[in-house]
């Protein structure tokens, strides 16, 4: 048996959303280890990904398919080919360096961490889906979180970046 890498990759955000959700308020450090543990392991399986891919190979790769609902057609279907595969590297590396520019978020850290893994676990998806009602239901996943993202967090100024990420908001 094969490990399902993309569902690997895809779902592990979710999962530390998940977590965070039920990790106590007055715990930061631990809610921003867990963005950090579940998005490297995105990362990782990324890197994995890019470097086992065939890139002599037609077609997609990678692919894993569980039927939803065989009488309409709708099943749980990813795959990954070279621009796909591309953009899910460079989404890992993205949310993975974010949740470290991130870091100095202080005001609702537990939502706002939650948020930005749901909101990956989308993009991811909208990335790999290979069907179109599973690519529809990973779009919609990510445009509520990127809505409250913005709209609390992002209007409000209450992101300040340090260190390394600090010299682009000069």
């Known amino acids: 048996m094969t490990v399902p890498v993309l569902s690997l990759i895809t779902w592990s955000p979710f999962a530390g959303a998940l977590l965070i959700m039920f ?30 891919y065939d890139r002599d190979a037609a077609g997609f790769q990678f692919y894993e398919k569980v039927p939803l609902v065989p009488p ?37 850290s537990q ?27 990973f779009y919609e996943l990510a445009v509520l979180p990127m809505y409250l993202l913005i709209g609390v967090w992002v209007s409000s100024g209450e992101i300040h970046p340090r260190v390394i990420f600090a010299w682009a908001y000069r």
């Open 72 to 108: 309409l057609g709708i099943s749980y279907e990813l795959g990954v080919d070279g621009i796909s595969l591309l953009l899910v590297l460079l989404t890992a590396v993205i949310i993975f360096a974010g949740v470290f520019a991130s870091w100095t978020v202080t005001v609702r």
């Open 23 to 52: 990790t106590a308020r007055y715990r930061p450090l631990a809610v921003r280890l867990i963005a950090v543990a579940t998005t490297g392991v995105s990362m990782v399986g990324a890197l994995w990904l890019y470097a086992v």
């Open 111 to 137: 939502e706002f961490y939650a948020l930005l893994l749901a909101l990956v676990t989308g993009v991811f998806g909208v990335f790999v889906a290979l069907d179109l009602f599973v690519f529809f239901l």
